[in-house]
């Protein structure tokens, strides 16, 4: 017969939030609820007493909630988190003696059978309670007990006596929990600061970023740059890698495999004999440079985002002090990195199964603890997947001990089972397939799936319309009508978006090829010399949606997403809302880049708050057109060649005779 | 630095089955699959080897069988469980570098690369892996190493010999799992004989087995009642306690608070000054004629199966020798036992939290081991859910340690959750609310959660239209045709299913009052006297649905049953099938007591392997009569005053001109 006490009744099980039986933790932002569910029941008919602990990491107590029951024997509590960090939370649960008392005392009272018996085992129970009580308290139990013994004490007044709140709450107080249950694991919640769930992204060349000449940009010309991406409403400015580039097997224009003498190579074919991955490339400046830079970025409240290659060129001073960290072939060469069909001959990968993997894993950790010193707290990582999960484990969850408020986004894509593994063992946010995801039917099923599944607790999205290797044949087809479509869904569907400029607000969309999702004379080879005066640019449009995304809390979250009928396929419909539903932002966007749409919209009006027999008024963010609707079908019709959507802030009601002011 | 070495890189999860973590075992019956699949991956663009690994309990090796990729890193394997007893089961998985190696070797081969470092690495790992090759297989070894080196050998032949099926499996045999990645988690399979999930169960009360005298039935009376239980087909008859009954505080007829001189009283009071749990109630018998008649039903192909209520009657021996596994109260009584709104005023509860929980869980234990040792296999429990779920678990795992081939069947009706947790614990099989779904949407709805979900790797439904203590509106309105709708019902849905009789086949329905669910003068405080030659007797048609129940193995499994549609809410159709199709059971129940009814039925043909094209043959085995049938939809009619339903075995097809024989 196993030790543990017999006497331990209570089963707790079925906790929610728990990924993979505990293995990892969830993920909020200071300020979110962390809601735990729970199914907590006992043999027989014994009354049970529940609560939720929870507590910040080395907090020597935890903090007790009470747990509520609901149906069917589930129940629930919450608390909210206030500090970046990681916080644990379990569950806690026992019989109560008393209420269950209380419980059939009641009833038998009301049933008119005699309770003198009940009253005595009463108090009983509050005779063992008190003495887990401190002394302050012993008087009023003293007169408690002999009341329920005084033969001058009707029944009925004891019974009241009985369930009064101030006996109830001392005998909850002070409850006998020696033999109460606790659910077996410590889960764990890491705490994020806002930006990890709300945040609006820019990449861009800092080479590419002098109008007008062709020359190579500089720290500088960057800095030039920020009122233009401050205007647009960006908050994270993203810089693919600042390192020196190698020179072996350095690509051309257009990833030609041999480049011309004057071409910069890629970026990402990292080191040369100035340095690697702590070094900045000449032709941008120096460290003094950069960091003037990352300054004046934060006068613009942006934030400078790193761009973590782990890889080298083959000229990388890593490769002749560390050969052990790369896998040498029997011809004494290093296989070059491929992502098959792709080949990166400017490339070689680290071999993490190296011997040597500890000192390995060391470097890069340095590399990142090098520019967090530097200033920088977001790093956008290159391609993760292709490198071990438990580096990438041991790296985030090592740095943010001491570093709590970094972000790291995962560009990983890939099967969706190795994207979400990379969020559920650290990353902060993650790049999606919301590229590749054009029709309301794909948009609808995705979307569902990462914001109303439990993917939600730990896979935070990061919408990005284009990158420097991704240009859809949606964009390349649909014009300036696709991209502002594209515009408007990643900035509503997601708190986090991205776009790669100016590629994006020009509207390029030439691909080097018919079929490929390559830029024709990609940026990524060759310095861009961009025109971002052009008329026809779309950085107003920019501007205004990243403001409605800053004035509209609704879209600060992704939980708070639902889908809404439309007759016509060709539109989209879906709303956000605060908990509280004192926001609720209404998209309908036209997916035809090509042609006017025109259907009827249905949603569920009373969910929202909204008397389905009244008018509302429906307000156009984007057009600051205002429309009274009533009930829960409408009409609409988006021409795209002039806006593809609406973003609709609902207003609850109309105006009428009795009201003082026109709208909630 | 975790000490764990850097170059574990393949990822085991979501691996199923697996209940709760873990923390429960799934079950099986001797001779059924273990199905296992998990989500196995790794970083980058490795190719994996992995193994579902099992053994019985206390096998000193694992039997190690290959897992096949599906699509999206889902992986799959299974075993068969051969024994009664406990088996473990787990999941290892490792990058396996030969084949990575064979794959990439033939991209580059077919796409013109050259390939020889590719062959040199090759030979390297052939070398490598022949490190852990028992020398035998060194000579064969350098006969592979010399001819990829050979400039004698065409790359052509050279390919060839890497992708031999001799080479590929010696490098499969050998492979390095240094670095292989095994499942956290080993997880239980409980294997239980093929009764523990195909039986057909009769419960009887042994003192009312004299028909045509009011005297007390014994065991003699009991062995020869037998060749009329085995007629209708059951292999399980279920006698209620069988010990000697209280007196104080006795019932009397129709639940009688005040008992007459000769009323027996419930045999669920037990225990008096002749004895308790292993004593036999004297007017019964004794202990040799128990013995004779467990050895006579053998004879017939049926178990015995006792009633397990771990309660006492006031003058049960243990009150006195043990008051302290009573509660007493301040008045030195115990509260007799209740079921709010029942009371049973004759019964005691232990007190399971009681100081001495340790010697009572073992006198309990004691009493099982006592019947076990008289020939007793199968337990129906009475009330599990009011003792502690942790009793149970000790207790049946214990026992079963022992005894693998004993049988425990659940009679909690209570809560979902609680009843699951008590199959998910140990109990092999347990009643339902079947006897509370009558209509088309419950029996579907609850029958697909009970066979179509996790539950089913733990909870193993025992069917019943009735007991001694459910008389369902359902039967008390519906007479002889709700008893022939819901036999077959029990009996289709259900591998495992039983009865309450003679009442049942007599179709016994007057309530005790209406409204109520208990019989009028019940059988529970009187000796009934039944008729069981009356010539409306169900007894026949029992035998007939009990002989289709053995004669087709889709009906010995539930996981096969899967609904279909009806054009008409009184008619019910469902399948059974077996994993090969060569049995397939389509029944049709007509729920309207009162009317014929009739309707189309719609069926997925070609998942039963049936040509929608041709004509089958559908044979009704209730009337033996058959039916020719084309494509999905066909006519049926049910007229509840003759026979309410059809149980159709499904032929394949009709006979043409060019078959020999009429039917597969």
Excluded at 113 to 137: F, N, V, Y
Excluded at 304 to 310: G, N, P, R, V
Excluded at 366 to 392: A, M, Q, Y
Excluded at 522 to 535: C, L, M
């Amino acid at each position: 017969m196993k030790e543990t006490p017999g006497q331990l009744r209570v089963i707790i099980e079925g906790l929610k939030p728990e990924i993979d039986s505990g293995r990892f933790p969830i993920k909020r932002v200071v300020g979110e609820k962390v809601s735990v569910e729970a199914d907590i029941f006992v043999d027989g008919h014994d009354a049970i007493s529940a609560l939720l602990l929870y507590c910040k990491e080395n907090d020597p107590e935890w903090t007790e909630i009470p747990l509520e029951p609901l149906v069917n024997d589930h129940w629930r509590g919450w608390f909210v988190v206030a500090e970046p960090g990681c916080y644990r939370y379990t569950v806690l649960a026992w019989i109560d003696q008393f209420k269950s008392w209380q419980r059939d005392l009641v009833k038998k009272f009301q049933g008119g059978q005699g309770i003198s018996i009940e009253l005595m085992i009463g108090a009983h129970l509050i005779t063992e309670t008190s003495q887990r009580a401190p002394k302050l308290d012993r008087q009023k139990i003293g007169e408690w007990i002999s009341a329920l013994h005084s033969t001058q004490v009707s029944e009925q007044a004891k019974v009241q006596l009985v369930l009064s709140e101030e006996l109830s709450q001392f005998m909850d107080k002070y409850s006998d929990r020696q033999f109460a249950t606790t659910y077996p694991k410590e889960l764990v919640v890491v705490v994020d600061r806002e930006k990890a769930l709300f945040s609006t992204w820019y990449e861009m060349f800092p080479r590419s970023c002098v109008s007008g000449s062709g020359r190579h940009g500089t720290f500088k010309d960057c800095e030039a740059r920020l009122p233009y991406i401050a205007a647009m409403g960006f908050d994270v400015l993203y810089l693919p890698p600042i390192h020196p580039i190698g020179h072996i097997n350095r690509k051309g224009r257009n990833n030609n495999p041999v480049a011309n003498r004057n071409d910069p190579g890629t970026p990402w074919a990292i080191g040369y004999k100035e340095g690697g991955h702590k070094s900045i490339h000449p032709q941008l400046g120096i460290l003094d440079d950069f960091q003037s830079f990352v300054a004046k970025a934060h006068e613009y409240d942006i934030e400078i985002a790193l761009d973590i290659a782990f890889q080298c060129s083959p000229d990388h001073p890593y490769v002749k002090e560390h050969p052990e960290w790369f896998r040498w072939r029997p011809d004494n060469t290093v296989q070059y990195a491929e992502n098959p069909p792709k080949k990166y001959e400017d490339i070689y990968p680290f071999e993490f199964e190296t011997k040597n993997w500890k000192e390995l894993w060391e470097e890069l950790k340095s590399i990142l603890i090098f520019w967090i010193e530097h200033g920088i707290r977001i790093f956008r990582v290159d391609n993760p997947h292709t490198k071990p999960f438990r580096f990438w484990e041991w790296l985030i969850s090592d740095i943010k001990k001491s570093y709590p408020d970094v972000v790291f986004l995962s560009e990983a894509f890939t099967r969706p089972k190795v994207m979400y593994q990379l969020a559920k063992l650290g990353f902060t946010q993650s790049y999606t397939y919301f590229a590749w995801r054009n029709t309301k039917q794909e948009l609808t099923q995705y979307l569902t799936e990462l914001t109303q599944t439990q993917v939600r607790e730990y896979f935070r999205p990061n919408l990005w319309p284009n990158t420097p290797d991704i240009l859809t044949e949606y964009l390349q087809f649909g014009g300036r009508a696709a991209f502002m479509a594209r515009l408007v869904l990643a900035g509503t569907l997601g708190s986090s978006y991205g776009v790669y400029g100016p590629a994006f607000e020009l509207c390029e969309n030439r691909p080097k090829e018919p079929g490929s999702e390559e830029y024709l004379d990609s940026e990524k080879y060759e310095i861009k010399n961009w025109d971002i005066a052009r008329p026809d640019s779309l950085k107003d449009f920019i501007a205004r949606v990243n403001r409605i995304r800053r004035e509209n809390p609704a879209l600060h979250r992704d939980w708070g997403l639902r889908f809404h009928k439309v007759d016509n396929e060709q539109l989209i419909c879906y709303s956000k809302r605060t908990d509280d539903l004192s926001n609720v932002v209404l998209v309908l966007v036209n997916l035809d880049p090509h042609h006017t749409q025109s259907g009827w919209v249905e949603f569920p009006l009373e969910e929202l708050g909204i008397d389905p027999q009244k008018p509302y008024q429906m307000h156009d963010l984007l057009s600051d057109a205002r429309y009274l609707w009533q009930g829960t079908r409408n009409y609409i019709e988006l021409n795209s060649q002039v806006v593809p959507a609406h973003i609709f802030r609902m207003r609850r009601r109309v105006r009428t005779e009795q009201d003082f002011d026109y709208y909630m």
